[in-house]
Each structure stands twice: as C-alpha cells, then as structure tokens.
C-alpha cells in the first residue's frame, strides 16, 4: 500500500476514499450480506459503512497494510446496531393494528423465492449461533481475513478469534447436519484465506 494513502484517508481525500470504495467495496457488501441474509439489508449497511469510515476517519491507524479490517469492524458495528434497530421496529409494530390483506403477487416471485428459501434456510442455522460466533466466521472463513486481522476488526485477542472460529466451525457443523442435510467444511485444513474470494450468495469455493 502507498504510505501515504492512510494519510490522505485519516485527512479526507475524496479521491483517496473513492479508491477505497473500488477496492473494498464488494468484500465490505459480502460481510453485510453474510450477518444479516438479507440483500437490501446488506446494500444499506455497505453504504453506511462507509459513511462511517469517512465519519471516522481521524481513527484510522496512520499506519499498517490494507485498511479491510478497519472497515470489516465498522461493518460489524453497523449490522450489530441494524438489527438493535430492528428490534425495536418489530417491538413497535407488533403493538401496531393488523394492516389490511394486500393482493398475493406471489407468481411474479417463483425464481426469486428459491433462491431465498435456501439464503433463509442457511441464515436459520446461522442465527443458531452466538453473535460473537457469526462475526468470526464471517471475518475468518467468508471474508478471509487471518486471525491477527479479524482480531483487529473485532477489537479483541488473537488467541479469542481462535476459539470463537474453533467453536463456531463445530457448532456450525452439527447444525447444519441437523437442519440441512448438509456437512460445512472448514476452510483449507491448517491455512486460511488471505483475500475475499467467496461471492455473497454464500460460503463456496471459487474466485469472486
């Protein structure tokens, strides 16, 4: 990386944030997508992201290698308060009267539904999990971040990344076994993923 680009990010070069935006921009929306499952979801959560960044940007460290796990934190952040936000939305609504019946325009939906049954399907084995336990797997194992890495994005020790992947992973198996007739493989046995290579409609090998 330029070792000025911090410099200009931490001082608020548009152009600096504009090639931010090009490099991370896909990685940052498959993060979104992986924590809540949600398309439209994870659209408003990547932009929110980096009007973060931009919001903060004094705090970026001056100095360090790619500036990924800096915003994969502050997308951490910003789906964890999305779905605080939320709660209270359905707390409100559900004091709310019924709304009337609307016209089924299921049929319009067939090819899309599908693809959001199995999303559905996935993200109920993954709401299983602890939050702590998501946010590790999706930063290590779809996001591909190393442990010193996702470390930083969560603000907590290595050796914590560690055990909350270890256990996530066995969690996750068991789960998905249960649920989906399915077997989760970890990523490559004794390494992990160095760059986001896992397109966001789920955890599969092969190039983004």
Not at 46 to 70: D, H, I, M, Q, Y
Not at 132 to 145: F, I, N, P, T
Request: with cysteine; glycine share 8%; net charge positive.
């Amino acid at each position: 990386m330029d070792p000025g680009f911090r410099a200009r990010i931490r001082a608020g070069d548009e152009g600096a944030f504009g090639v931010l935006f090009r490099e991370h921009g896909k990685a940052v929306y498959n993060h979104c997508f992986r924590l809540t499952g949600d398309w439209s979801g994870a659209e408003d959560c990547a932009s929110l992201v980096f009007l973060e960044a931009w919001r903060l940007r004094e705090k970026a460290e001056p100095t360090g290698g790619s500036l990924l796990p800096w915003l994969l934190g502050i997308a951490t952040f910003v789906v964890h308060r999305r779905r605080r936000v939320a709660r209270r939305h359905r707390a409100l609504m559900e004091r709310m009267p019924e709304p009337e019946l609307l016209p089924d325009f299921a049929d319009e939906l067939v090819g899309r539904l599908e693809d959001q049954e199995r999303i559905a399907s996935v993200q109920e084995v993954l709401e299983r999990l602890s939050r702590s336990d998501r946010e590790v797997l999706a930063l290590c194992v779809w996001a591909g971040l190393d442990y010193a890495a996702a470390a930083h994005a969560l603000g907590v020790p290595v050796g914590t990344v560690r055990s909350r992947l270890s256990r996530a992973r066995r969690r996750l198996d068991r789960l998905a076994q249960k649920n989906l007739g399915l077997r989760v493989e970890p990523a490559a046995t004794g390494r992990q993923v160095t760059d986001d290579r896992t397109e966001a409609v789920g955890p599969k090998k092969g190039n983004a």
